[in-house]
């Protein structure tokens, strides 16, 4: 079979591609009535095609592209080939040719947002979250379909891939935001944008809660409320757009308000609601103690023997920021008087106490000294003892243990010189007794004090494991066995009750160690 017209192969001819296009649509039979003629020694059978790699097609001479999809190229393949093919009535191909076509799609996809939206933040909320019912994804067409829909909000990432994105569920945080919506269809072309703005606004005013707080004056009877403080008077006021400003009326208070005082508590939240509430108490307590100042005294027993002082003899111009009222003093730091009388037993220089109180109760305690003065010389009258040394190796006495009726009218206090003793000083030892009357008067007379060592030491062994040599014979001292036997005047020996062991010996021995100190005492 063969195309007759023409010598050459009919889909080589250079033809314009408007006549291919015209072919491909009108049908082969008007190409063939305008252009050329089929023939065949035996007669034609059909004129064929076949897009690609795909079936061929075709039964007669008839055969058409008419209404035939050639699709849009791809970066993969951007065009398409149809293989024409003419067969005789034997079934033999005359000729073939093929006809490329490049399709292109160069339509961009439309992307119909919303108008811009105002929404009012979620209840009990900082933002606003895209509802279902909202309707804000966009309406995207393309003439052949959309490949990728994503939005952007403000500066960050966008976000979204596929055909079905959607911005339900986002969150909006009280301000304006610019949405962008984006769109590609699937033949890659230039992305097509819309876009809306989305006003959040805040008009709810946060939770305000009231709390009781205490605070204390400074030394100066002042207090201003730090922000720690607003802070405990607002616990539990909350809003979910921060920070909250607190402010608190009035927030300085003096010694004239100590007490209750109720305060007004202010709450506004990052975008300027306001709440407030009155029923907060600030406590105020003046807990700064006054400071008492002091002064000495000297006093001198009268004829009876006593001598008494009142307590603003002894003040020294003591201070209170609140103010002072009251002054007593005391011989013991524990009761207290407006006034205090000596006798001869308290003749020296004697502690005294002034407490100063003020007008809110607070107290405050500063001493010095009541010296008493009495004249009379006192008489000194001493006796020998012994004492034994305690664990420690140690001992000690007082005046008394050595007095043997000492003298004097108002009474004595009673020294013993050297009054502690040690291991060292086991024996006979010299003692002086020095007594002393409320006048500071002194008389001496000396004792000998005899210290004994009478505890025995503390003996502490452990258990060890002894090899036989090889003649059958091992031993030890009593070192080996000692586990830090001890005594507080130092050991003199220690002694093993068996140190050489045989053969005989094998096995478990009970052996005894004997700690002897250096005052003879066995343990």
Wanted: with cysteine; proline share 3%; charged share 15%.
């Amino acid at each position: 079979a063969s195309f007759s017209g023409d010598a050459r192969p009919l889909w080589t001819r250079l033809y314009p591609v408007a006549m291919v296009a015209i072919a491909a649509i009108r049908g082969v039979w008007w190409w063939r009535r305008r252009y050329f003629s089929f023939s065949d020694n035996q007669g034609l059978q059909k004129l064929t095609y076949q897009i690609g790699s795909g079936t061929e097609v075709g039964t007669d001479l008839t055969t058409t592209l008419a209404d035939v999809i050639i699709p849009v190229g791809t970066l993969a393949e951007p065009t398409t080939t149809v293989t024409w093919r003419l067969y005789d009535l034997s079934g033999n191909v005359g000729s073939t040719c093929t006809t490329v076509f490049t399709v292109n799609d160069i339509q961009s996809p439309a992307v119909i947002t919303v108008p811009n939206q105002t929404r009012n933040t979620d209840a009990g909320q900082a933002d606003y979250t895209v509802k279902i019912g909202d309707g804000w994804n966009p309406t995207v067409t393309d003439n052949c379909a959309v490949q990728n829909i994503t939005y952007k909000i403000d500066s960050q990432d966008a976000v979204g891939s596929g055909t079905l994105t959607s911005i339900v569920g986002q969150h909006f945080t009280v301000g304006t935001h610019n949405v962008v919506w984006t769109a590609t269809d699937i033949h890659g072309n230039s992305p097509t944008s819309g876009s809306y703005q989305v006003i959040v606004t805040d008009n709810e005013p946060p939770v305000v809660v009231c709390n009781n707080i205490t605070v204390d004056l400074d030394n100066t009877g002042n207090y201003t409320l730090t922000t720690v403080d607003i802070a405990a008077i607002a616990a539990g006021s909350t809003d979910e757009n921060l920070p909250l400003d607190l402010s608190v009326t009035p927030s300085v208070f003096s010694c004239s308000n100590v007490g209750n005082n109720l305060v007004i508590l202010t709450v506004t939240d990052s975008n300027g609601n306001v709440s407030s509430c009155n029923t907060a108490v600030v406590t105020v307590r003046d807990v700064t103690l006054p400071v008492a100042a002091c002064k000495a005294v000297t006093l001198s027993l009268d004829v009876l023997g006593n001598s008494t002082v009142d307590a603003t003899s002894v003040n020294n111009g003591s201070t209170d920021a609140c103010g002072i009222a009251s002054y007593q003093i005391s011989k013991d730091n524990t009761t207290f008087s407006n006034s205090l009388t000596y006798t001869c037993n308290e003749v020296a220089t004697n502690n005294i106490y002034l407490k100063v109180t003020d007008v809110n109760g607070n107290s405050s305690v500063c001493s010095t000294t009541a010296t008493v003065v009495d004249d009379i010389l006192p008489s000194a009258v001493c006796k020998n003892i012994t004492v034994a040394l305690d664990a420690t190796g140690h001992a000690s006495i007082t005046g008394n243990d050595i007095d043997f009726g000492s003298t004097d009218n108002c009474g004595l206090t009673y020294v013993a010189a050297p009054n502690t003793f040690d291991c060292t000083k086991v024996g006979a030892n010299t003692v002086t007794l020095t007594v002393t009357d409320p006048g500071g008067h002194t008389d001496q007379c000396t004792s000998t004090v005899t210290i004994v060592d009478n505890i025995a030491p503390t003996a502490i062994c452990k258990n060890i494991t002894i090899q036989l040599d090889v003649t059958g014979n091992a031993s030890i001292v009593a070192a080996d066995i000692n586990n830090e036997s001890n005594d507080a005047c130092g050991i003199l020996s220690l002694v093993a009750s068996k140190t050489a062991f045989t053969c005989a010996d094998k096995g478990v021995n009970t052996v005894t160690l004997t700690v002897t100190d250096n005052h003879g005492n066995v343990s």
